[in-house]
């Protein structure tokens, strides 16, 4: 546990989006895994608002890509968790959306530290988000969607470095000491 | 960095919210290594619509230890992270406040790493915000503030364990398999 500590930091630091991927299987237990550290995530009253659908069937992946220009990802992933506030456990819109934004990060990360696996957050699906429900006949009123990460192992050929989303503004930039 | 990777899940486990603080100095490099894991978080669009006002002067730490029930911990804390939305910045409510969430999960996490070190995330001071706003001379119409991270030396004698905030959902509560 000590290394882990040391290394954090560079651990952080080297996540990036991933979009390409290849077809292989990613066992249920590794899937799982992830899911076991994205459920720590602090919430507001301890609300663990969200709710994740594990789409791994190719029609139903067909389905949300159909709804998204990021749609061959999506496909591509071998599994999408498409997430959503769960609105009744919710109690703050404010606090439960940084919630959702801390468990997300969670799940990155937590994809990160498998070898040879990556993923991508998809945001713009947003735009469709009551077709997303109904495909999973989840009520508007009761779930909306927060986003989709995209989950596969890496096609490193594939794989490019897109060096604008790696940019970050420097400490200095968006901070001040009192 | 193999450690990392297979250790990662359980060290996001061991995280948790400390609230009790000896007085002792965190040098500035630490801080500025927490900030550092905290601005490669993702946001929409890359935006980072953070900014921190790292608050360690007595009096200003008591200015805004007034406004919260919690003041006592933000008092006692040797550093404060009061972390706002940088309106102008942010380019979509939902995905900004997300981006919010997991930048402070970052400072969460690089704060866990650190030996010795713990930290609270301080959402309830949200009730003042206008307040808190004044105190840093921010205008509302461009920041608004997202919560405050407390960060200092854990006091182990007086630090509870605090079981229900220990408690999270079982994976099979919050998922379905598609």
Request: glycine share 8%; net charge negative.
């Amino acid at each position: 546990m000590d290394l882990i500590k040391n290394d954090f930091i560079e651990f952080i630091k080297q996540r990036k989006s991933v979009r390409s991927f290849i077809y292989q299987k990613i066992d249920k237990e590794t899937i799982l895994n992830i899911l076991e550290g994205a459920r720590w995530a602090p919430s507001g009253n301890n609300s663990q608002p969200w709710r994740v659908c594990i789409c791994i069937h190719p029609t139903v992946k067909r389905m949300v890509a159909e709804l998204s220009k990021y749609g061959g990802i999506i496909e591509d992933a071998y599994v999408n968790l498409v997430i959503f506030l769960d609105l009744e456990r919710g109690y703050d819109r404010v606090k439960d959306l940084q919630g959702i934004g801390a468990f997300m990060e969670n799940i990155l990360l937590g994809v990160h530290a498998k070898e040879d696996i990556g993923g991508v957050w998809i945001g713009e699906i947003l735009n469709r988000k009551e077709e997303v429900n109904e495909i999973f006949k989840l009520p508007t009123d009761k779930f909306e969607l927060m986003g989709i990460i995209a989950i596969g192992h890496i096609d490193d050929a594939r794989e490019k470095v897109r060096s604008k989303e790696r940019e970050r503004r420097s400490i200095d930039e968006f901070t001040e000491w009192y």
